[in-house]
């Protein structure tokens, strides 16, 4: 690896680095996770500031996009679409009042299996890799869907939720382009295993 690539390896792993700190410092320093709204998001701005404003909800739908892209197509659009399409049902169930075990032990598991795929460059046939992902979604989308607030607006929450989603798939998917490239490759790894981390230390605030 010559000098500039090398380089660009460093500047890409020390971006990521400064994303994911505050994450980490958000999950290590504070009780108050994404899941503790208090009633307070009603409409299509609270949907879509809710997985945003969740450090356990962006690791997971960062990562999504990143392996996506990791994997190239058709992986790179299928694994996004999948994800807010059954994250939607999950919300559905959800509103419902349907209860899930371990919603938030499934989300923290989401980060770490996801950002392990990408650090250690698995890639599985892609119905495994479309399953799994589905798997996760449910979670992340019955947290949603569970905290809507009574008398909200649960189509227009639902919309926001989902779009965020999808902007933070682009999010990974941008980043996880870098791996077209053998510097870009390690720096995409690198940022599957510090999700993978966050993930743990998530987890740790539930054993």
Known sequence: MNLQATNRVAAAVAAATRHLLPLALALAATPAFAHSENGVAIDFWGGFTHPIFGPDHVIAMVAVGLWGAFLGAPAIWLLPVVFPL????????????????????????????????????????????????????????????????????AVA??????????????????????????????????????ICLLGFAYLGKFL
């Open 157 to 194: 929450f639902s919309m926001g939720f989902v779009i965020a989603t999808g902007m933070l798939h682009l999010t990974g998917i941008a980043f996880g382009g870098l791996s077209h490239w053998p510097a870009g490759r390690i720096a995409v790894r690198a940022m599957g295993g510090v």
């Open 86 to 153: 059954v994250m939607a049902v999950g919300g559905a169930v959800g509103v419902a009042g349907v209860p899930l075990p371990g919603v938030e032990t499934g989300i923290a598991i989401s980060a770490i299996a996801l950002g392990a795929m990408v650090a250690f460059a698995a890639k599985p046939p892609l119905w495994i890799a479309a399953v799994l992902v589905g798997a996760f979604a449910i979670f992340h989308g019955h947290a949603h869907g569970a905290e809507l607030p009574i008398g909200a607006d």
